[in-house]
């Protein structure tokens, strides 16, 4: 399937928060934070490519599972979520020359990317834009909301909680869809009721959420405005008149140069 051009000129924003999911061994959905998914140097429309940089998990759970999703929120709260396949790795020629000369890799203090990931879009989600004025709202309607006997989850470092639960960070959702491909939703308020269960409803721009089958397991990433980002895994819950819990049983640190060590529970 060919992106719209919309979704083309979304993926080709720089700093815009793009995020990947893949599925792990046992078929449950993972999440990471991947900067440098953009649509291909010759002008292909229906796929997407990537850097190999830091993400160790991901590349394994590719390996075992083509099957991904992918999202993408720029700054001004246009977003935009597919499925796709993956297809490989290319160590050479022009999609890694792409992304060697891109300016996020090429200012990195870190390391190169080893190869270009290749993803051929399957299906596009619409574009969607959430509303700065309702992004208070809909978190001052979360806080009001008590846990409802909901189960607590793992306690999480301060600055973690801190971060999931920041007005401005842009969370990514993962779960499994039916047909066997993960889903990434767009989540944007957050709150955290009692120990390690995060709070959060189904809004305008992320209609999908409504239709996810609970309980089920789940991933959340997360990017701040300051490219600070950790990643929590555990079960989704619903918890009534539209909301939705994530009861975090894993945190992971999703910044260099640690990406993907786990912080809680400890090896």
Same mark, same amino acid.
């Not at 429309?45 to 993408?72: Q, T």
């Given at each position: 399937?060919?992106?719209?051009?919309?979704?083309?000129?979304?993926?080709?924003?720089?700093?815009?928060?793009?995020?990947?999911?893949?599925?792990?061994?046992?078929?449950?959905?993972?999440?990471?934070?991947?900067?440098?998914?953009?649509? =291909?140097?010759?002008? %292909?429309?229906? /796929? *997407?490519?990537?850097?190999? +940089?830091? !993400?160790?998990? @991901?590349?394994?759970? &590719? $390996?075992?599972?083509?099957?991904?999703?992918?999202?993408?929120?720029?700054?001004?709260?246009?977003?935009?979520?597919?499925?796709?396949?993956?297809?490989?790795?290319?160590?050479?020629?022009?999609?890694?020359?792409?992304?060697?000369?891109?300016?996020?890799?090429?200012?990195?203090?870190?390391?190169?990317?080893?190869?270009?990931?290749?993803?051929?879009?399957?299906?596009?989600?619409?574009?969607?834009?959430?509303?700065?004025?309702?992004?208070?709202?809909?978190?001052?309607?979360?806080?009001?909301?008590?846990?409802?006997?909901? =189960?607590?989850?793992? %306690?999480?470092? /301060? *600055?973690?909680?801190?971060? +999931?639960? !920041?007005?401005? @960070?842009?969370?990514? &959702? $993962?779960?499994?869809?039916?047909?066997?491909?993960?889903?990434?939703?767009?989540?944007?308020?957050?709150?955290?009721?009692?120990?390690?269960?995060?709070?959060?409803?189904?809004?305008?721009?992320?209609?999908?959420?409504?239709?996810?089958?609970?309980?089920?397991?789940?991933?959340?990433?997360?990017?701040?405005?300051?490219?600070?980002?950790?990643?929590?895994?555990?079960?989704?819950?619903?918890?009534?008149?539209?909301?939705?819990?994530?009861?975090?049983?894993?945190?992971?640190?999703?910044?260099?140069?640690?990406?993907?060590?786990?912080?809680?529970?400890?090896?």
């Amino acid at each position: 399937m060919e992106l719209s051009p919309e979704a083309r000129e979304l993926f080709s924003e720089e700093m815009a928060a793009k995020f990947l999911a893949t599925v792990d061994p046992e078929g449950r959905p993972n999440v990471a934070l991947i900067v440098t998914l953009q649509p =291909p140097p010759d002008g %292909r429309r229906d /796929r *997407l490519i990537f850097g190999e +940089f830091l !993400m160790w998990r @991901s590349k394994e759970y &590719l $390996a075992g599972n083509p099957h991904v999703g992918v999202a993408c929120v720029n700054t001004k709260l246009k977003m935009v979520s597919l499925t796709g396949d993956f297809r490989g790795f290319e160590r050479a020629g022009p999609y890694k020359e792409a992304i060697d000369s891109s300016p996020l890799m090429r200012y990195n203090a870190y390391s190169g990317v080893r190869s270009a990931g290749v993803i051929d879009v399957r299906e596009q989600g619409p574009l969607r834009r959430a509303s700065f004025l309702s992004i208070p709202l809909d978190l001052a309607r979360l806080k009001l909301r008590g846990r409802d006997g909901l =189960p607590q989850g793992v %306690r999480m470092p /301060r *600055l973690v909680k801190e971060k +999931f639960t !920041m007005l401005t @960070s842009i969370k990514a &959702l $993962a779960v499994m869809g039916e047909d066997g491909y993960p889903r990434v939703i767009p989540v944007l308020p957050v709150v955290e009721k009692g120990t390690g269960l995060l709070i959060f409803r189904a809004a305008g721009y992320n209609p999908e959420l409504s239709e996810v089958r609970t309980p089920c397991p789940a991933a959340m990433a997360l990017v701040t405005m300051d490219a600070k980002s950790y990643k929590v895994k555990g079960e989704l819950l619903d918890a009534g008149r539209g909301c939705f819990a994530l009861r975090v049983e894993e945190v992971y640190n999703a910044m260099p140069p640690r990406v993907g060590e786990r912080i809680v529970p400890p090896e």
